[in-house]
Structure formats: structure tokens, C-alpha cells
């Protein structure tokens, strides 16, 4: 007896993660579904055994890590709804042979994983673009030039009325101006301690200086708070993208968005959080050089299909996923296994001429699709449908 086919179209479903920087009913209110009441940073679909996705129907399947071991196959991305309701932690992701080689070494020590100073959760990279789902999605991106930088202290450093600054203004403005700025701050200290000080105050008499003001706030005393004056503070407007690759140091700051990413869950603070910074480990991993324009422009794909696909900066290799946005009736080609959700208005599913058990699905607002495998696909409908896919 031949072993049946497994269904084409999967709905699968999963927990929002209630991290404190998110809103109140955050991922709710981007999917129109019934809010927890409390904070909702993260919805995770994928099948990272932090929060594997579950099936909704009976199906071969209780969740992706057992499509996973069936299938053979490795889902090479995880695809999230994040919703910020307050600034992340300043944060950078390794490459595919540094973490691969942290979790070794950090398996081989014995480390939990479970550990609050652990590093490396997984083996995998952790490359990640984000796209905004309303105006005024926040983040900080990159490296500024250390010339903007060093303005900025200047002109705080008038403001402050004090010699507090000075220290850092002089590592800033030596030969290696980027790593050693950051790696005095994160050393820490009296003279550290005086410099964030310095640059709080002068920042509450100097509107241009907001963004100082409110991380001030949100983490009291922070070097990660003058950190974010090295940093790109970037708006995006709905549908803009931003591209992070591995080395590239981040943080989203509020606002909505959908996120796709390598499957992993390796996160490397520095700042911004009461957590773990492993700061040698993370010195690193980083990339001291400043960015241009980390911003990953979309592509039309086809009638109604925009493509956000990134490529790795530093070699020009394709990233092995893509980003689909749909807003109307459209074909798509879907390389591999891929995941669906739609944030806005309703969608059908159909398979291109395939009329068997799970060869069609419904996604309204709010529902998540899993596509188990290679097809070309009819979408119907009008609204946002957001497909990942394998690249």
C-alpha cells in the first residue's frame, strides 16, 4: 500500500511571546485575533523548538520540528510578527561558522541551554530583515561615520557644562575610532558612568537629542544609551525594509513589523538590557566599520508581489529566503517549503492544477499557512499576504 501524500496546505498556529518590551496585545492587534492581555512581542512561525509552530487540523504532523524529522528537510528560515512597544536590546547576530562554532564550544563546556549567560542557543545563523507594518516603525541600524558622531558629542558636550564627555570624545576620535568608542563604553566604570551622565543631561535641554532622553529612561544609567549616539536611528514608513546581516549591530526601537530570518535564536547584547553581555564574545562578532544604507529596497515579482530578498553583503551569496508581500490576485512560484500569514483582508490558496485533499487554503486575516513543499500557487484575494519561502 502506497503511503498517502501529505496535505500541499497546512494551518498552523502558535503562542505570541510575552517579552516585556512588547505591547499590550501587540501581535492581536496586527492579526485581528482575541489579545492575552498582556504584553505581545513575538509571534514565531517556524520551527525553532523555542516555539515550533503548531499544526491547527490533524495532520502527519503536531508541529514543524515533527515535519522537520519526517520530511528530512530543515525549514532554512523563521518568520515572525513582532510588535515593539518599547526599545529591544542593542544586538548583533553571528555568521554561520561563528555560531556554529560558539555552540560547540559552549556544549563541550557543559553551559545549559537554558543558561542566562549563554551565547549560542543553536548552531545557526541568524541573518534578518524586517519590514515595517505601519508608519513610524523605529530602529537603530549600523555604524555612523565617527565624523557625526563626534559632532554630536560636541554639541552635547556644550550643553553639559562639564569635561565629563572628554574621555570618550578622545577614544572616538583616535585610529580605531568605532571599536575603541564602543569598547570604552562597554567596559564600564566611574569615567563611563560620568560620560552617559553628562550626555543625559545635556540631551533633556536639546530636542534634536529625543531619542537620548527616552532610552534614558527606559534603562537608567545604560552605556548602551551613548552607544545609540554611534548608531543610525532609522524610521521606516509601512511596506520600507531593513536588511541585517551578521556583524551589523541593531536594535528596534517601537513599531510593528513582519521579520524573516535564519532559523535561529543567537542573540548577542550590548546594552540596553538588564540581560547577559558576553562584550569580548560580541567585539567579535561585530563588523567596526560604518554603513551606508542598510535599507533593502523591494522588487516587483509579478502583478500584485513584491519580493524583499537579501543578498550577504560581504560575499554577494544569496540568502537562502525571500519575503513575498501580496496585496491582490497573483501566481506565485514557490521554490520550497514556505509559510504564509496574512495581516490584511482575506486570501485563497490553490495549488496549480491540483484538486487532492489539502490542495487549497483559506487564510483570513489573522491566519498562518504552512506550504509543505515546492509549488505554484493561485492567490485570490485582496489585502497583505505575507508568504516566506525558500530562496
Not at 528596534?252 to 540596553?272: I, Q, T
Request: charge should be negative; glycine fraction near 12%; include cysteine.
Amino acid at each position: 500500500m502506497s503511503t498517502p501524500t501529505p496535505p500541499l496546505f497546512v494551518e498552523i498556529g502558535n503562542d505570541p511571546r510575552d517579552y516585556a518590551w512588547g505591547r499590550v496585545d501587540g501581535v492581536a492587534q496586527v492579526l485581528g485575533t482575541p489579545g492575552s492581555g498582556g504584553p505581545e512581542a513575538e509571534l514565531w512561525l517556524g520551527a525553532h523548538p523555542g516555539s515550533p509552530a503548531r499544526t491547527v487540523a490533524a495532520t502527519p504532523w503536531v508541529t514543524l520540528i515533527d515535519w522537520e524529522q519526517t520530511s528530512g528537510e530543515k525549514l532554512p528560515f523563521l518568520l515572525k510578527i513582532l510588535v515593539a512597544g518599547s526599545p529591544l536590546s542593542l544586538q548583533a547576530h553571528p555568521t554561520p561558522v561563528q555560531a556554529a562554532a560558539g555552540f560547540a564550544d559552549e556544549n563541550a563546556r557543559g553551559i545549559p541551554l537554558d543558561a542566562s549567560f549563554r551565547n549560542y542557543k543553536d548552531p545557526f545563523a541568524k541573518p534578518e530583515l524586517i519590514v515595517a507594518l505601519e508608519d513610524g516603525f523605529e530602529a537603530l541600524c549600523g555604524f555612523r561615520p565617527v565624523a557625526e558622531t563626534l559632532a554630536d558629542v560636541d554639541a552635547l558636550a556644550a550643553g553639559s557644562g562639564s569635561d565629563d564627555l572628554a574621555p570618550w570624545r578622545a577614544v572616538l576620535a583616535g585610529s580605531e575610532g568605532l571599536r575603541a568608542g564602543f569598547s570604552w563604553l562597554l567596559a564600564g566604570g566611574p569615567e563611563v558612568e560620568k560620560a552617559v551622565r553628562a550626555l543625559v543631561a545635556a540631551a533633556a535641554t536639546d530636542p534634536r537629542f529625543e531619542l537620548v532622553t527616552r532610552l534614558a529612561a527606559a534603562y537608567p544609567g545604560d552605556p548602551g544609551i551613548a552607544v545609540a549616539l554611534m548608531l543610525h536611528h532609522i524610521t521606516l514608513a509601512a511596506g520600507e525594509s531593513l536588511w541585517l546581516p551578521a556583524g551589523n549591530i541593531h536594535a528596534y526601537l517601537r513599531g510593528a513589523g513582519v521579520e524573516l530570518m535564519g532559523p535561529s535564536d543567537n542573540v548577542l547584547r550590548g546594552g540596553l538590557t538588564p540581560k547577559h553581555v558576553d562584550v569580548a564574545e560580541l567585539e567579535r562578532v561585530l563588523t567596526f566599520t560604518a554603513s551606508d544604507d542598510d535599507h533593502l529596497v523591494p522588487v516587483e515579482a509579478g502583478d500584485g508581489v513584491r519580493s524583499y530578498r537579501p543578498r550577504i553583503h560581504a560575499s554577494g551569496a544569496d540568502v537562502p529566503f525571500e519575503l513575498l508581500a501580496v496585496t491582490g490576485d497573483a501566481s506565485v512560484a514557490l521554490g520550497g517549503p514556505s509559510i504564509a500569514v496574512t495581516t490584511d483582508g482575506s486570501f485563497r490558496l490553490t495549488a496549480d492544477g491540483a484538486s487532492s485533499h489539502g490542495a487549497s487554503a483559506d487564510a483570513p486575516r489573522g491566519t498562518s499557512v504552512f506550504v509543505t513543499r515546492a509549488a505554484s500557487v493561485q492567490v485570490a484575494g485582496s489585502g497583505r499576504l505575507w508568504i516566506a519561502t525558500a530562496g
